[in-house]
């Protein structure tokens, strides 16, 4: 899955995807995992971020967690320069 910022981190094999996602102030994208019809977590390290899944906006900061469950549409905007997630689905 493309997207960007985002560092795949997970092996080709695994059915778990894991992703890092480093942005900037306004940079936005999909998801850099899949979602359909899977589990999603999102763990912010550091910065801000806001994730909206499914029209529902999430605004999270540093030490944050976000767990998804079957959710269709889910996008990222970076609220602060520098800001790093770990993004993970199965």
Known sequence: MSCPGATDLAHEN??????GVLAQHDDTGPA?????????FVYVVRGEF??????????M?????LN?????????????????AVWGSA
């Open 50 to 59: 806001a994730v909206t899944a499914d029209g529902v906006r999430i605004v």
């Open 14 to 19: 695994m059915d778990l995807r894991i992703a």
């Open 32 to 40: 850099p995992v899949p979602v359909v019809n899977r589990d999603t």
């Open 61 to 65: 900061a540093a030490g944050d967690g």
């Open 68 to 84: 998804i469950s079957l959710a269709r549409d889910v996008s990222w905007l970076g609220m602060s320069d520098n800001s790093y």
